[in-house]
């Protein structure tokens, strides 16, 4: 593709959605592929009072890659900015966030982008998860919170390598990384902000 392109990784609550809208008020078009999931969680798991907690989100995530191909969720990315230029949409780059996926960072990596892993504690991201609940989500102590994440961090028995988050992988091959451990959110924008200056230079 002959556009910049650039993907963001990172553990729940690292900062991830902050970082992607920087790029997308550059000018990037952006897609969320933990949005993506999070619709067909809602959905999916509709009869259960939290079905778009992490634990929901990753079993969705792996039903996607397994009956729809491990790149499913790249494809949909995909299509939806190749729709966007057809309708006459000028972009900067492209920007994908929340990758997990080995083979959403590895595409990355070939077309010659930057895959960026936005870093935060354990305990700051707990913090923020439960500050910050969106519909769908309910409060989780620190053990469940590392627990669940866990389902994420390597491919679990029992299902194909391929159909499941590698977010260990992700950060492992990742170009850059951005720290967010902080509570002071314009010192983060303003490392975001001078991240992307950087790579448009």
């Known amino acids: 593709m002959n556009v910049k392109i650039v993907g963001i990784?990172?553990?729940p609550r690292s900062g991830k959605d902050t970082l992607a809208e920087l790029f997308i008020k550059a000018?990037?078009?952006?897609?969320?592929?933990?949005?993506?999931?999070?619709?067909?969680?809602?959905q999916r798991h509709a009869d259960k009072p939290d079905p778009i907690s992490v634990a929901n989100m990753t079993e969705t995530s792996n039903w996607l890659r397994e009956t729809g191909g491990a790149d499913i969720i790249l494809k949909e990315a995909l299509k939806a900015?190749?729709?966007a230029q057809a309708k006459g949409g000028q972009y900067k780059g492209l920007v994908l966030f929340s990758v997990r996926a080995p083979v959403e960072a590895e595409?990355?990596?070939?077309?010659?982008?930057?895959?960026?892993?936005?870093?935060a504690s354990d305990e700051v991201r707990h913090q923020r998860n439960n500050q910050h609940l969106r519909e769908g989500e309910m409060p989780v102590s620190l053990v469940e919170f590392k627990s669940q994440e866990d389902l994420q961090w390597q491919p679990q028995p029992g299902i194909p390598a391929e159909a499941q988050m590698n977010t260990s992988y992700v950060k492992q091959h990742a170009t850059k990384t951005l720290e967010n451990n902080g509570d002071n959110l314009d010192d983060f924008l303003k490392s975001a902000q001078e991240l992307i200056t950087n790579l448009a230079s």
Do not use: N
């Open 9 to 11: 990784g990172g553990l």
């Open 27 to 42: 000018g990037y078009f952006g897609f969320s592929f933990g949005d993506f999931t999070r619709d067909s969680a809602r």
């Open 81 to 83: 900015f190749e729709a």
């Open 107 to 119: 595409w990355i990596l070939a077309q010659g982008g930057e895959l960026i892993w936005v870093e």
